[in-house]
């Protein structure tokens, strides 16, 4: 499903992915973790095209994102066409990002009205479906205001989720609210794993990894320093690194 | 002994109150200022996008929109367009179709686009760069994003100082005096020139200009209030508290 080879994105002189490599197949569930600084958040929204990768290619679903090849060399898709391909890739954020000036409903919905064009009432469906997925039919009518944060973060999903994506995003989603509220969303993102979701999600919720990941991945500085099924990794990290970082958060 | 006497006849000012070229005058003001603000709402919105484009050209052509006519006086502006464009085209369809008052709603317009595409910016850069980011990644373009996410954010940062434009627009109509449009004040002088009452017929412009930045001002706190949808406290307007007083809505 996702295909990176050697992707490398720096900011100005810091360089902050020096050669990621990362395959994700159909359904897997993938929990990025590592320090902070370490290039997580920015491999993620290098898989959108958030941000433009400096070298390397990213493959989602077998389309090069961001890109297309002509004579053999990679030029910039123009606008239209990354959004086409985004579309296709779900991004829930630490922050949540909801729309203030909608409602819950409104939130899920502007998407299919706007990029889909999907009628008012097959759109309107389809975002009380998800809100109700997610535990908040009560809320349709609601403003980002009005809910708690968990709350927001399950609208965020809802709303990623109604465009249908075949791979959805989470940076750092949980990060933000407080921990009484952490585990309702992460009910939402395991029950989403269980459906078969191909998901890379940069996490250090250590029960959900254990729980929901079939693989993680371990970056440090740029690069991947060591991945494998969650309880080699806990229990059996071979890099002093991971080690040291794992010590740190289990 | 000296007595301080006072010319000044209340009787005059509420005769001219309602006198037709005093009425004309203030609609005429109305049409000009609402017609500009629209044009210069229109071209701000424009430059201000033109203005964060990615494409230098139209960034740098916005910006040099913004100096010429943010850096010259208005009044000089109206001039060379309503005096000098005819000049300098010498065409005759042009002379008879530029009017006083459209060289006064295009002058005043294309003056007020300068300011608002200011503000225009200063409102799409209010709004957290992490709508940017949620609105591309649903698959939205940039212009979806700025059109459903991004704008209808800034509106409500936009609001207020484009209230205070249009006030300030309203009042700077009278300017088109200058190329004899018949506004509000241009009126009150063609009436004081003939009966030599000018104090009086200034209280009488002075009266109507308050009257009209009156009903505005209430109008925009109105919408402002409005567009507070989905904010935890919204505005108390005139309006609004007059309604819980009389014991209706409440916090609605």
């Known amino acids: ?250 | 002994m000296i007595t301080l006497a006072i010319d000044f006849e209340v009787d005059v000012v509420w005769r001219f109150l309602f006198n037709p070229l005093i009425r004309e005058g203030a609609w005429r003001t109305i049409q000009v200022a609402v017609a500009a603000q629209v044009l210069g709402v229109l071209l701000g919105l424009s430059f201000a996008l033109m203005r964060i484009s990615r494409n230098p050209a139209a960034s740098v052509f916005s910006g040099f929109y913004v100096w010429f006519f943010r850096g010259t006086p208005v009044l000089l502006q109206l001039y060379i367009l309503y005096f000098g464009v005819p000049q300098l085209f010498d065409n005759q369809t042009l002379t008879t179709e530029l009017t006083a008052f459209r060289a006064a709603v295009l002058a005043f317009g294309v003056n007020e686009g300068a300011y608002m595409s200011e503000i225009v910016r200063a409102g799409i850069l209010s709004v957290e760069a992490g709508q940017m980011d949620a609105a591309k990644s649903l698959g939205m373009t940039n212009l979806q994003a700025m059109r459903h996410v991004v704008l209808p954010q800034a509106l409500r940062v936009v609001i207020p100082p484009t209230g205070n434009e249009f006030i300030a627009m309203l009042k700077n109509t009278s300017l088109a005096s200058a190329i004899s449009l018949v506004e509000l004040l241009q009126g009150s002088t063609l009436i004081y020139s003939t009966n030599f009452k000018f104090m009086e017929l200034l209280v009488v412009a002075a009266i109507w200009y308050l009257a009209m930045t009156t009903v505005f001002s209430l109008a925009q706190a109105e919408l402002e209030r409005v567009l507070s949808v989905g904010e935890r406290e919204r505005p108390e307007t005139l309006f609004s508290r007059a309604l819980s007083l009389m014991g209706g809505r409440r916090g609605a």
């Open chain 1, 1 to 250: 499903m996702v295909r990176a080879l050697d992707v490398h994105k720096r900011f100005g002189r810091l360089e902050v992915l020096r050669g990621v490599d990362m395959d994700v197949a159909r359904g897997e569930v993938v929990v990025l973790i590592g320090p902070s600084g370490s290039g997580k958040t920015t491999f993620l929204r290098c898989i959108n095209h958030l941000e433009r990768v400096d070298g390397g290619t990213i493959y989602v679903d077998g389309e090069l994102v961001g890109y297309r090849e002509k004579n053999g060399r990679l030029v910039e898709d123009r606008e239209p066409e990354v959004a086409r391909k985004r579309a296709a890739i779900g991004m829930v954020f630490q922050r949540f990002n909801l729309f203030p000036h909608l409602s819950a409903l409104g939130n899920v919905v502007e998407a299919p009205l706007s990029v889909k064009k999907l009628s008012r009432r097959e759109a309107g469906e389809l975002g009380r479906e998800l809100l109700g997925k997610v535990g908040l039919a009560d809320k349709l009518d609601a403003y980002p205001s009005q809910l708690s944060g968990g709350q927001q973060q399950r609208v965020a999903i809802a709303r990623a989720l109604a465009m249908q994506p075949k791979l959805m995003l989470f940076d750092e989603a949980t990060s933000a609210l407080d921990p009484e509220l952490v585990g309702e969303v992460l009910e939402v993102m395991k029950s989403l794993a269980r459906e078969g979701m191909t998901m890379i999600v940069v996490s250090h919720e250590m029960g959900f990894t254990r729980e929901a990941a079939d693989r993680i991945v371990f970056m440090d500085e740029g690069v991947i320093v060591e991945e494998g099924p969650p309880e080699e990794m806990f229990a059996r990290p071979l890099q002093p690194r991971t080690q040291a970082f794992l010590s740190k958060i289990l």
